[in-house]
């Protein structure tokens, strides 16, 4: 099969031709037909961390259901059926030690970590949702404890029943923000309380996120620098309880803090060196975890990090892959994906196109110079890069 093959050594990667991976117990081949682009494949194609000579890039996917391993044979679980249209996520080249990359012509995964794609969704929309929406999940459910419909958390809101909790999300239009904002909608469904939500993003994006399914209260752009006043505002002066800061790089941390209730908690999804702040100060300390944790192996990030893989946190991951396959039969979807920019080519252009527009922090996007500015070269605002692999 074609592959994108990085070699750490050159930091550079390309299509290779490489075996097709064979399923291990539990596994299914999946013939991969659409690629979303992640800003982690960037980072660790840039400065790898991979301790091998090569190794397949790539996080997201959706595609076929193709193989599986003879121990599914007699499962009736759907998504071992061959030709059942499935997503989800791999490691990539993200790691010191070697997992699987979603970057090729197939891919293998755990059966149990698919979610089956319902007829109305294309699967260049579908691989966008596997991996930012879990990472968001983790935080709001076994993380912060909220009420879920697929997650038994068992801890209840700590504030007063008629209280209106607020909820903040620092950067509404990344992906994380857009499974966030659907997320919060659903932790107040299944905990019946009301949740006030805050978010940030450029102007032209609040009437996108004032609608359904995201549906914010209130919105305020992130460049006006009164915008953590503003939302103490909005809290009549009481502070959010929960905030999700999606970018989490330089300011926006102790902004974020700055936001919160005296008891609130926050999460960041970078971590202090990648993201470039500081919270040693910081009254409230926030709370951090890798999206990997869901796959169930320990990662290896080098340098003496190395993230457990809790036994739980796979079975979260099980619970919400089911609770998206949920929807599959009454053809909808349980989580709106991501609004897609489909790029042109294939495997060969990722590096050039997709990693071009994803290189340095988040935040410093907008100012980069790209030089012909057509549709694809644009900065990214509210939308995943996705690939169509023929
Ligand atoms: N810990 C984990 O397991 C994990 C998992 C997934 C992602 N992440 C990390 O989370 C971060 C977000 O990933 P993503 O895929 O959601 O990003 P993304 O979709 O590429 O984010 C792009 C959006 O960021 C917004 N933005 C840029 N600078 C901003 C700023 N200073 N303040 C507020 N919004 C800003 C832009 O909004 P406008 O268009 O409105 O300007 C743009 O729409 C990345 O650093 C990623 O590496 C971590």
């Given at each position: 099969?074609q592959?994108?093959?990085?070699?750490?050594?050159?930091?550079?990667?390309?299509?290779?031709?490489?075996?097709?991976?064979?399923?291990?117990?539990?596994?299914?081949?999946?013939?991969?037909?659409?690629?979303?682009?992640?800003?982690?494949?960037?980072?660790?194609?840039?400065?790898?961390?991979?301790?091998?000579?090569q190794?397949?890039?790539?996080?997201?996917?959706?595609?076929?259901?193709?193989?599986?391993?003879?121990?599914?044979?007699?499962?009736?679980?759907?998504?071992?059926?061959?030709?059942?249209?499935?997503?989800?996520?791999?490691?990539g080249?993200?790691?010191?030690n070697?997992?699987?990359?979603?970057?090729?012509?197939?891919?293998?995964?755990p059966?149990?970590?698919?979610?089956t794609?319902?007829?109305?969704?294309?699967?260049?929309?579908?691989?966008?949702?596997?991996m930012?929406?879990?990472?968001?999940?983790?935080?709001?459910?076994?993380?912060f404890?909220?009420?879920?419909p697929?997650?038994?958390?068992?801890?209840?809101?700590?504030?007063?029943?008629?209280?209106?909790?607020?909820?903040?999300?620092y950067?509404?239009?990344?992906?994380?923000?857009?499974?966030?904002?659907?997320?919060?909608?659903?932790?107040?469904?299944?905990?019946?309380r009301?949740?006030?939500l805050?978010?940030?993003?450029?102007?032209?994006?609040?009437?996108?996120?004032?609608?359904e399914?995201?549906?914010y209260?209130?919105?305020?752009?992130y460049?006006?620098?009164?915008?953590?006043?503003?939302?103490?505002?909005a809290?009549?002066?009481?502070?959010?309880?929960?905030?999700l800061?999606?970018?989490?790089?330089?300011?926006?941390?102790?902004?974020?803090?700055?936001?919160?209730?005296?008891?609130?908690?926050?999460?960041?999804?970078?971590?202090?060196?990648?993201?470039q702040?500081?919270?040693?100060?910081?009254?409230?300390?926030?709370?951090?975890?890798?999206?990997?944790?869901?796959?169930?192996?320990?990662?290896?990030?080098?340098d003496?990090?190395?993230?457990?893989?809790?036994p739980?946190?796979?079975?979260?991951?099980?619970?919400?892959?089911?609770?998206?396959?949920?929807?599959?039969?009454?053809?909808?979807?349980?989580?709106?994906?991501?609004?897609?920019?489909?790029?042109?080519?294939?495997?060969?252009?990722?590096?050039?196109?997709?990693?071009?527009?994803?290189?340095?922090?988040?935040?410093?996007?907008?100012?980069?110079?790209?030089?012909?500015?057509?549709?694809?070269?644009?900065p990214?605002?509210g939308?995943?890069?996705?690939?169509?692999?023929?």
């Open positions: 099969m592959a994108l093959v990085l070699t750490p050594a050159t930091r550079s990667a390309s299509v290779q031709e490489i075996p097709i991976p064979t399923p291990g117990p539990g596994e299914v081949l999946i013939r991969v037909r659409a690629v979303a682009i992640n800003p982690v494949d960037q980072i660790y194609f840039a400065e790898p961390i991979a301790a091998q000579a190794r397949v890039l790539g996080v997201d996917f959706a595609g076929e259901v193709v193989g599986r391993h003879a121990d599914l044979k007699n499962s009736s679980d759907k998504r071992v059926k061959i030709g059942e249209r499935v997503a989800g996520f791999v490691q080249a993200n790691s010191v070697d997992r699987p990359g979603a970057f090729a012509q197939y891919v293998v995964s059966h149990d970590l698919l979610w794609i319902p007829s109305t969704l294309l699967y260049e929309q579908a691989s966008t949702v596997s930012c929406a879990l990472t968001v999940a983790q935080a709001l459910f076994p993380r404890g909220l009420p879920s697929f997650w038994n958390s068992q801890v209840p809101i700590p504030h007063d029943e008629d209280e209106t909790i607020n909820m903040l999300i950067g509404s239009s990344s992906s994380l923000g857009f499974y966030g904002a659907q997320l919060v909608h659903l932790a107040a469904q299944a905990s019946g009301r949740i006030r805050i978010g940030t993003a450029s102007s032209r994006k609040h009437a996108l996120l004032s609608a399914p995201y549906g209260d209130v919105l305020l752009d460049r006006d620098p009164e915008w953590p006043a503003k939302v103490r505002d809290t009549g002066g009481v502070g959010v309880h929960y905030a800061d999606t970018i989490s790089e330089r300011d926006t941390v102790g902004k974020v803090h700055s936001t919160l209730y005296k008891h609130g908690k926050y999460h960041v999804f970078r971590s202090p060196s990648g993201g702040y500081n919270t040693s100060d910081a009254a409230i300390q926030p709370a951090y975890g890798t999206v990997w944790e869901g796959l169930g192996h320990v990662i290896d990030y080098g003496g990090h190395v993230f457990s893989a809790p739980e946190s796979r079975e979260f991951a099980i619970k919400f892959y089911e609770f998206l396959s949920s929807a599959v039969d009454g053809g909808k979807v349980a989580l709106e994906p991501n609004p897609v920019r489909k790029m042109p080519g294939g495997l060969e252009r990722i590096v050039p196109d997709a990693f071009a527009l994803l290189s340095g922090l988040v935040s410093d996007r907008r100012d980069k110079d790209r030089q012909g500015q057509d549709d694809h070269s644009r990214i605002s939308e995943k890069l996705v690939y169509s692999i023929d």
